[in-house]
Each structure stands twice: as structure tokens, then as C-alpha cells.
């Protein structure tokens, strides 16, 4: 085991299972996420924030999900450094686009994009959530008799005042899903499990999941942004 | 059907001493080509141009000249083995190109490919990979049976596959990350999927990507670039196959 980690396939197997643990994660936060856009009181989300911040697993996973990332941009890094030097001299003339989809192209670029996003994401909320005291402080509500932080005014809010950061979101959708059109199929060939048959329901079935990450994280603020929560 | 004359072509060539020159562009001016000669054969036209002028002719590799061999190579305007699919530079024909036209020419660009003079690079990484162990030991003695041993047909087919690499380096060349991939995936393949090959998988697995990192070959990121330059059409199934093999090998240690 010792060399695993500094070879190719190794680093490649790693990456590829931090990606697989991202995209187990983009589910479920999704899946909380269009609470907002079913419930215009806030509610819904709020219970599904308050159980969220309070469940002991979530405590437990929170701190793995960064190291997911961590690992995952590490490696992404690292494997993107070695590439570029294994080409010391480039083409003076290269036609790429018959050859390979754009988005394996710029899975480095798709996912930088997707970072300063995530950067922008985790100031506006998580760290108004988790440090209530340095930010602005939290509203507080209650849902069926219980005293909870107004996690809904803190998101809809933001959208509803700032078309700005509306047009982020939506970005940050699009190229996590153009990320995703590739990444998807590509972790399950780099861990080998990938043959003729399944290359084809894999790429398929990436475009399908890319597409619904996608427009399911971008129907959010568009939804703030167009009025139907409201002003 | 009589084949048309390619009045004038306008060649950039990249022209390079010998492995330690700094090598660049020169651009070339050749006329009346037949669209039924070979890119080579073209280029064995400008060589004589070049011979009568008093002028050192383009140096590129060629063997067979029929597409088996895995000898010729050239970046011919952006792409491995030229315009075509599933074909070598040898087989490829002036028919491709327009009158006037202005062709790209360049060696494979690849690290662990040093250009040793114009258009020829040394492939010996890829012999260095093969000796690390693309190979089945077979002891000396009477020769075996061939059919002693039942295969299923479709292993042997996809073996066969596999096996119809002729290692010419076009998948690293054309790949991003300059990665030996496809090359390696096939070489595993052809054997692991062989009853006389399983023997050795894993070592060979285990020896082969290490020979392949050490040598400078970039990672692979599953863009499929090589499968759609290599003229043999290996497909990059093999490069899953390789990667079971590889963590399979792994994980027993
Ligand atoms: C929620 C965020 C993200 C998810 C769900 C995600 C998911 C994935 C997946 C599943 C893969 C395929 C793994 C493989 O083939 O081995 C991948 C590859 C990759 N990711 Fe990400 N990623 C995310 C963020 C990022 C970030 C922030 C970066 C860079 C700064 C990045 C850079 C890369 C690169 C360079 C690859 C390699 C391309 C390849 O091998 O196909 N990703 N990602
Ligand atoms: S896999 Fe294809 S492109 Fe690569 S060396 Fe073999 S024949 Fe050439
Ligand atoms: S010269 Fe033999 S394959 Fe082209």
C-alpha cells in the first residue's frame, strides 16, 4: 500500500471517491434546499435547518465533508500540476473539439469556478449560521412551539434584495453541472467500474444528474428572484 | 477514376537538429500533389525538392507503410495521425486536403517522447513500460499445445482487441495530460483477460503504471481523446479494466 497514494491510479481512485462523497452530499443538500420554494412561510425549511444544525450525525459528517473537499482539491491540484509539466513543449496547432467533450477538457476550470462559488456560498450563510456573534445575528422564530433560528429570512432575503448574487447562484449551479456532465461517469471508470455496456447508461445517466443538480440549484434564486416567494 | 492534382500546398514543418537544438517552423511550398499519394509519399516530394536544392530533407518515421507497424506518427494540423479516424499517418491520403491548403506538421509533443531530430521522437518509454512487464513468462521446453487450454470466445475477442495496439503513441501525443493510458490499459488487457496472462496480472498491473508515472506520463482524466485518435480504435473499457486490476493488485498487497 505503501506507493499507492503517489501513483496515478491511486490519486485518481481518491479523487474520485471525495467526488462520489460530494455528490452524495449535493443530493441531500439539494433535497433540503427546495424546501424553500415549497413553503412560502418559511417553515418547512426552517424545520428542515433546525434538524439539520442539530442532529448529532450531521455534527459527525459536517467535518468529514471538509475533508472530502479538501482531499478532492488537493489531489485535483496536484494531478492538474503534474499533467501540465508532462508537456514541457505544447502544440503550435491543436484541434481538440472532435475528440472530447469541453467539460473533461476544463474540469480544473469548472471546478476552480465552482470554489470561488462555494467561497461566496459558506460566507453568506454558513458563516452567518455558525457565528451568529461576528456576522449579522440570526432571527429567531418559532415552528409548532419551538424556538428556532430563522434560517428562511436569511436566505430569501438575500435573494430577494441582491440580484447580484441571484445571477452567482445561478452560475454556480451551471458549472457545478457542467463539472458534474463529466465527473459523474469519469469517478466510476476511475475506479474501474466502467465497461462497453455501462460506459453508455454512465454518460447517460451523468448528463440526466447533471442536468437535475443543475437546474434544481438554480430554481431557487430564480424562484426569489422573479417574485413568487413574494417581496 | 482519375485522381486530382493538388496544384499547391503551403507546409509549416517543424525542423529540429538533433535533440539538444531548440528547433522551430520552417515553411515549405510543394506543388502538383496527387490526391491519390500518401501523406508520406508527399512528404518524400518535398524530400526530393529538398535533396535537389542542395537543402537537408524532413526527417519522420515510416516503416510499413500500411498501417501495421506502428512506426509513422506527426501532428498533422492539430491532430494525431492527421484528419481521419482510426487510421495511421501512413494510410492516410492527399484526397483529405484542398488545393492551397496549408498543412501543420509537427512531432508527437509529449515529455516522455524527447524529439530526437524534425519530426522523430523516441517511443522507447513505451518499450521501457513494456519490459517492466507486458510480457507472460513461459519456461523453455516442448511447445505447448495451443488449444490445450479453452478460452471463451468472447475473452479472446476482446483480447484480440486489446492486442491490435501497434504502439505508436498517438493516444499519449493527442492526450491533455500527455497520459500512456490507453497504451498501458491495452498491453494489461491482452494479456490479463488470457488464462496464461492471469498468472502475472497483478504484478504486471502493479509494474507497468509504475514504469508508466516514472517516466513522466501525465494522469488520466477519462476524456476519451485517445480512443478517438488511436488508429486501432482500443477502447478506453480497457483503461477501466486496467484500474480493477491495478487496485485489485493493490488493496492484496
Ligand atoms: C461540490 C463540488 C464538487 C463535486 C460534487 C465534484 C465532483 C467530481 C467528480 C465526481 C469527479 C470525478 C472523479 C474522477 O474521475 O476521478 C471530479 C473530478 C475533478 N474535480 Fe471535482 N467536484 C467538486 C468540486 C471541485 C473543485 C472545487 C475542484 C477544483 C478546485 C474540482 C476539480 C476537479 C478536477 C480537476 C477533477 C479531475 C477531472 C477528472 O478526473 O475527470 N472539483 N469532481
Ligand atoms: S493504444 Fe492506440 S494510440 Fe495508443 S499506442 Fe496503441 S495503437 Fe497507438
Ligand atoms: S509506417 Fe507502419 S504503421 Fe505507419
Known sequence: ?????????????????????????????????????????????????????????????????????????????????????????????????????????????????????????????????????????????????????????????????????????????IFLGLHLTHGFWSAFQSIGFCNQIWRKRLECLAKIFAFIIAVGFCIIPLYFMLGFAGN | MADKILKELTLKIWRQKDAKSKGGFETYKIHNVSTGSSFLEMLDILNEQLVSENKEPVAFDHDCREGICGTCSLFIDGRAHGPDDDVTTCQLHMRRFEDGATITIEPWRCGAFPVIKDLIVDRGAYEKILQAGGYVSVNTGGVPDGNAIPIPKDKADEAMDAAACIGCGACAATCKNSSAMLFVAAKVSQLAL????????????????????????????????????????????????????????????
Open chain 1, 1 to 173: 500500500m505503501s506507493n499507492f497514494l503517489t501513483s496515478s491510479i491511486g490519486k485518481k481512485f481518491i479523487l474520485s471517491l471525495s467526488g462520489l462523497f460530494l455528490i452524495a452530499f449535493l443530493c441531500v443538500h439539494l433535497a433540503l434546499n427546495l424546501l424553500l420554494i415549497f413553503d412560502n412561510s418559511g417553515d418547512l425549511f426552517n424545520i428542515g435547518a433546525h434538524f439539520m444544525a442539530t442532529n448529532p450525525i450531521i455534527k459527525i459528517v459536517e467535518p468529514i465533508l471538509a475533508i472530502g473537499f479538501i482531499l478532492h482539491i488537493v489531489l485535483a491540484s496536484i494531478l492538474t500540476i503534474q499533467n501540465q509539466k508532462a508537456r514541457p513543449i505544447k502544440y503550435a496547432r491543436r484541434n481538440q473539439g472532435g475528440n472530447c467533450e469541453w467539460s473533461s477538457r476544463n474540469m480544473y476550470i469548472l471546478g476552480a469556478v465552482v470554489l470561488i462559488f462555494l467561497a461566496v456560498h459558506l460566507y453568506n450563510f454558513w458563516w452567518n449560521i455558525k457565528f451568529p456573534t461576528l456576522g449579522t445575528p440570526l432571527a429567531e422564530t418559532t415552528v409548532d412551539g419551538v424556538a428556532m433560528e430563522d434560517t428562511y429570512l436569511l436566505v430569501s432575503s438575500l435573494f430577494k434584495t441582491s440580484v447580484v448574487y441571484c445571477l452567482l447562484y445561478i452560475l454556480g449551479g
Open chain 2, 194 to 253: 488470457l488464462p496464461q496472462g492471469k498468472v502475472e496480472a497483478a504484478r504486471r498491473a502493479k509494474a507497468m503504471v509504475a514504469k508508466m508515472d516514472e517516466l513522466g506520463f501525465g494522469n488520466c482524466t477519462n476524456t476519451g481523446a485517445c480512443e478517438s485518435e488511436c488508429p486501432k480504435s482500443i477502447s478506453i473499457e480497457h483503461i477501466a479494466r486496467l484500474n480493477r486490476e491495478f487496485l485489485k493488485a493493490k488493496l492484496k498487497d
